[in-house]
């Protein structure tokens, strides 16, 4: 499963026939109940639509939007998925068959696949925010995703982002989530430029993604969690200061590391905490790059320190996925060594070992990026 370049299928039906000599058919990790174990199960491999193609899976990551997945967060914004339902959005692999209106994706293609799958025909998807399709599917949610040998992937001529030779499946599965939301919060929706100042408060996945990604554009990083382990992880990404939110002042000691406060800061999680700690400790001017959504605890609603935003003029931006046209810039980044997601991997499990770290995100007790490596 780990080689980097795996022999193509000739097609889906010879993937069939392989697997009909197996005895212990396709397996999935399916969410049956919200908040009860994952049911690992032999599920029927999936056929593409018109438009769709199968994609076998080589790496699938587990992100903590499997976790709110799972314990049932999010229905306040209207994500709550029709059970039961193959877990997972973050994946890569080799394409084993496409529809008969697909034109540009073939079997063998080696892609990953962002977990906002558009439709590109939308005013939205027709000047370039494939991100805020009006017609936005998510793997793992609105239909099947990637906890799973094969994963039927929509509108394949858009979706599937065929992979460079260079890059990795490992370094690929990831992209197309955390690390990929991580890069378009700061190249794109931040604006972070060299010398900057950049604040990352919460070091989960995205946030330990933007440390090293913000450490590649010449920004200074201060990371702020209340895990040591997460701070020492981000130091080898490149926080040139780490400060454990647990210990003291967060505002005053960003405030201090930076001579001032942060010219950016990114929010990798939606706790009031957090926020408000984000935005004070910017200094006149600062944005705020918003990628963490909130928990059952706000239900999307957190109050911010509204004065100050105005009296010190700081811009607070929302920042959701990455636009399809940006990803052929960050895999060449990927392909040029300059950007490492495969850095990031510290954990490779099995599928039936996938429920067992979603248990350990509730208390935040994962760091970097775990994978789904045999299915
Ligand atoms: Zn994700
Ligand atoms: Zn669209």
């Not at 895990?227 to 939110?245: P, S, T």
């Not at 918003?290 to 607070?316: F, H, K, M, N, Y």
Request: aromatic share 6%; proline share 5%; charged share 20%.
């Amino acid at each position: 499963m780990q080689h980097a370049f795996p022999p193509p299928k000739e097609s889906v039906y010879s993937a069939f026939s392989t697997t009909n000599e197996r005895s212990w058919g396709l397996k999935a990790a399916r969410l049956v109940e919200i908040g009860m174990p994952l049911a690992v199960e032999d599920v029927p491999e999936p056929e593409p639509g018109p438009r769709d193609a199968v994609v076998q899976v080589e790496y699938e990551g587990i992100c903590r939007t499997d976790w709110h997945t799972w314990v049932g967060d999010w229905t306040w914004i209207g994500l709550a998925p029709a059970l039961p339902i193959t877990m997972g959005h973050e994946f890569a692999g080799t394409v084993t068959a496409v529809g008969s209106e697909v034109t540009t994706v073939r079997s063998g293609d080696r892609v990953a696949v962002p977990f906002h799958e558009a439709c590109g025909k939308c005013p939205y998807c027709r000047s370039g925010r494939t991100n805020l399709c009006d017609a936005l599917e998510f793997l793992g949610m609105t239909h099947d995703g990637g906890y799973a040998e094969y994963v039927r992937v929509l509108g394949a001529d858009l979706n599937c982002v065929r992979l460079p030779d260079a890059v990795a499946f490992d370094a690929a599965a990831a992209l197309g989530c955390r690390f990929m939301t991580a890069w378009h919060a700061l190249q794109h929706q931040a604006g972070v430029r060299g010398g900057e100042w950049l604040a990352v408060h919460g070091v989960g996945g995205i946030g330990l993604s933007a440390v090293q990604i913000g450490a590649a554009l010449g920004a200074g990083v201060v990371a702020v969690d209340i895990d040591d382990r997460k701070l020492a992880a981000a130091r080898e990404q490149g926080a040139a200061f780490v400060i454990n939110a647990r210990e003291g002042d967060v505002v005053e000691a960003v405030k201090q590391a930076t001579g001032g406060g942060a010219h950016v800061a990114l929010g990798g999680l939606g706790t009031a905490t957090l926020v408000q700690a984000a935005i004070r400790s910017l200094r006149k001017g600062g944005r705020l790059v918003q990628v963490g959504l909130t928990s059952r605890e706000e239900q999307g609603i957190v109050g911010i320190p509204l004065d100050e935003v105005i009296e010190a003029e700081l811009s607070i931006i929302g920042s959701v996925g990455n636009p399809h046209v940006h990803l052929p810039a960050l895999l060449s980044l990927v392909a040029d060594g300059r950007l490492d997601p495969s850095g990031l991997v510290t954990e490779r499990v099995g599928l039936e070992h996938a429920h067992g770290v979603l248990e350990r995100m509730t208390n935040f007790d994962t760091i970097g990026f775990s994978l789904i490596d045999s299915f």
